[in-house]
């Protein structure tokens, strides 16, 4: 866009020289030096979001600090649980219910296929697959872990959320399972080992 600009600038002052109107030459000047502000305007204005991105996504990290590198759903972990519990709460409730409650008839394929988003807290089916699976559902979707011919409408959320705070979402989701249910998921992590 600013080349474009640019551009415009060396036209309007080649237009300036063959003029012999002194003041139209002036009004000319004038505005290429408006036009100029504004390109330099719109630079810094763009440097600023530029620089403000990658700040923001710093302060993200921030609110990470202490999960950075975290690489398992341990809901052991009351950090990790904390800040699941924002994830959860931003991109996953709309969804899966403000209590992990899931959508009514979520084990029923609705006419068009596909099915409604199942509970996560353990009366939902989530606890019968291993740690590994459920974060591969949870970054790429659950399209790519289902099997030929099924419809299934969970998103990924590869290019939303950091592997940490997929992991802390998991990890949250899983502080919210009675000892029973943590000990029986435990079993399907193990045979997935
Ligand atoms: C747009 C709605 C939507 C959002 C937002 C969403 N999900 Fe889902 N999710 C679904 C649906 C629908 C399914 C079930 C698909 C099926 O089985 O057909 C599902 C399934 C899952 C499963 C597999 C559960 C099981 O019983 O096997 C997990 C795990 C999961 N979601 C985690 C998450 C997490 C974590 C988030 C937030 C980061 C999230 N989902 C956000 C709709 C959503």
Redesign the pocket.
Known sequence: MSTCLFLDITQLESNAVGSSNTKKRRQYRQRNLIIGSVVVLMSGALALSIWSGFSSNNASNTGTAGIAGVNSADANNAELVARGKE??AA??A???GANLEGRPNWDQERPGG?????P?EST???WR?PDQL?FE??KYG?QASSPPG??????G?ENI?TDEE?WA??AY?KSTWPPDIQAAQEDANLEAR
Not at 114 to 118: K, M
Not at 150 to 155: A, D, G, Q, S
């Open positions: 994830v959860y991109y996953c709309s969804c899966h596909g099915r409604p988003a199942p996560l939902g089916r989530a697959n459920l559902i949870t659950g099924y419809v299934n409408n969970m998103p959320f959320l997929i979402s998991l989701i």
